[in-house]
């Protein structure tokens, strides 16, 4: 577990603790000069994957993206998602935090500032659901609110707040956005050499340029994202654009032994991150999403598998489809000729770990039978927020959804408009009596002792027939004790006749 040394000489303090580190100092003493990092991913970054990573070479890991305010109102969620997968050899470890509001960011943060050694502030998420719920690469023009969250952030809490963006089209306004968060109190930046609409098959190529120019214009730590697929690309952006450290999303997935230098059998990382799940559980969701990019290349092969993955309910069950996977592959390397080279251009044989090159537009749309153009510029998915009617230029998943109910729509137009909670903002039960969601309901209906039959809460009502039934009790145990007698009277008559005859 890392150690947390204090600098004497360092300014921030927080109440009754000892200076924390900062910069360079918190790099290199905290996070021990870490040069290969695990990104945060959500559903993907969790414990027993940081774990095999570590065994292979990463040297910092970040939890996925926890939300703030879920975090702080969900004690479940703080369980799940932090508080249970304590493990000494999962650090140093950094929390990362979406979020929209300071007050509420800083109080997700510090309940969990004791179980890792930073916290860090998501603003490089690009999915639309960032946009929809305001968050991530989204606010990276609102310099005045993130000026606000990370200077709040760095006065209250005991461990560093860092950062991790995405750049500007303009690598002079990167600069300047990448000064700004330093100058309110970011502690070490990442930097994502794309923008946020590079993403899907938009992703393009990452921009070192924009990353070595955020490097030489701060005087904290950096750290590079994009572009990296092998260890070779790890010493080459280092070299570079002089950063810090490196850190590696889809290359790690597809090869959880990039920063070793090793492309190791599929199978064997397969192996292993089964063993790590035994000892440290994890949702089957996850494990199954880590396996499919795992053995990405080879279930192109053999596409029984991916069925059979996908309906495994077990880990027992996975395991057997391991082994399966394991056998056809062995099979195959006994019956392969000499001089034989991988096929589909591939640069390792697809039993191999090796990473998955993302089809450009182009490649996309000959997919979904669309032009390259109008592919160009529509992207992987048509968004939510066009007319998208016309089956030629749905996404695949859309056209899956077509294939199945061929009736159903996607103009957002004739999508249901949900009021909103005036609680938590979730869709309200158009019936209920607080104008709430269900969960807000129950809490208030339970609180107030009150009935909302939109939502076949009955809190009242079960109340005041538990009163009326314990009122009535006195009554029906003189009734019980009445028939008690009259069973004896009539029982003891019966042997008195008995007796007789």
Not at 203 to 222: F, L, M, T, Y
Not at 444 to 462: I, N, S, V, W, Y
């Amino acid at each position: 577990m890392a150690v947390h040394s204090r600098a004497a000489s360092c300014p921030t303090t927080v109440l009754g603790k000892m200076p924390k580190l900062q910069g360079f100092e918190f790099w290199r003493e905290t996070l021990r000069g870490a040069h290969y990092v695990v990104a945060p991913m959500v559903d993907q970054s969790e414990l027993a994957w940081r774990l095999l990573s570590r065994h292979h070479g990463a040297q910092l890991c970040y939890t996925p993206m926890l939300h703030a305010q879920v975090f702080v109102r969900d004690a479940n969620y703080r369980k799940e998602n932090l508080y249970c997968d304590v493990c000494p050899e999962d650090r140093p470890l950094i929390v990362q935090f979406c979020a929209n509001d300071p007050e509420v960011f800083v109080q997700a943060a510090l309940l969990a500032q004791d179980y890792c050694d930073a916290i860090d502030l998501n603003l490089g998420c690009p999915q639309m659901i960032a946009k929809r719920g305001h968050y991530g690469a989204f606010l990276q023009e609102e310099w005045a609110l993130l000026q606000k969250m990370i200077l709040l952030a760095h006065e209250k809490l005991s461990v560093p707040i860092t950062c991790k963006i995405r750049v500007f089209r303009e690598i002079d306004k990167t600069v300047k956005y990448a000064q700004l968060l330093e100058k309110a109190g970011c502690q070490l930046l990442t930097v994502h050499g794309r923008t946020k609409e590079q993403k899907g098959p938009l992703a393009g190529v990452a921009s070192w340029e924009h990353i070595k120019a955020v490097r030489k214009a701060v005087s904290i730590p950096v750290f590079a994202n994009g572009n990296i697929q092998y260890l070779s690309d790890v010493e080459e952006c280092m070299q570079k654009t002089g950063v810090h450290g490196v850190m590696s999303a889809e290359g790690n997935l597809h090869n959880p032994a990039l920063f070793e230098g090793r492309n190791p059998m599929v199978w064997e990382m397969t192996e292993e991150y089964l063993e790590i799940v035994h000892q440290y559980p994890c949702p089957l969701s996850y494990v199954r999403a880590h396996l499919f990019k795992l053995w990405h290349h080879t279930l192109q092969v053999y596409q029984q598998l991916r069925e059979e993955l996908a309906k495994a309910k077990t880990l027992e069950g996975i395991a057997d489809v391991n082994r399966d996977l394991k056998l056809r592959c062995q099979e195959e390397i006994a019956n392969q000729k000499e001089g034989e080279k991988p096929k589909g251009g591939l640069p390792f044989f697809h039993w191999i770990c090796q990473p998955y090159v993302r089809p450009g537009p182009k490649e996309t749309c000959k997919e979904n039978g669309t032009s390259g153009s109008e592919g160009g510029v529509r992207g992987k998915r048509a968004l939510e927020d066009e007319d998208d009617g016309n089956a030629d230029i749905l996404s695949k998943n859309k056209q899956k959804k077509k294939l199945r109910n061929p009736n159903k729509r996607f103009d957002p137009s004739l999508k249901p408009k949900y009021a909103k909670c005036d609680h938590c903002g979730n869709p309200k039960g158009n019936k209920c009596v607080f104008n709430l969601c269900r969960g807000c309901c129950k809490k208030r209906a339970f609180k107030e002792t009150a009935d909302c039959p939109g939502h076949g809460l009955l809190f009242k009502t079960k109340y005041e027939k538990s009163l009326l039934w314990k009122s009535g009790q006195p009554e029906m145990q003189k009734i019980e004790r009445t028939q008690k007698e009259d069973v004896e009277e009539t029982a003891g008559l019966k042997e008195g006749i008995d007796t007789v005859l």
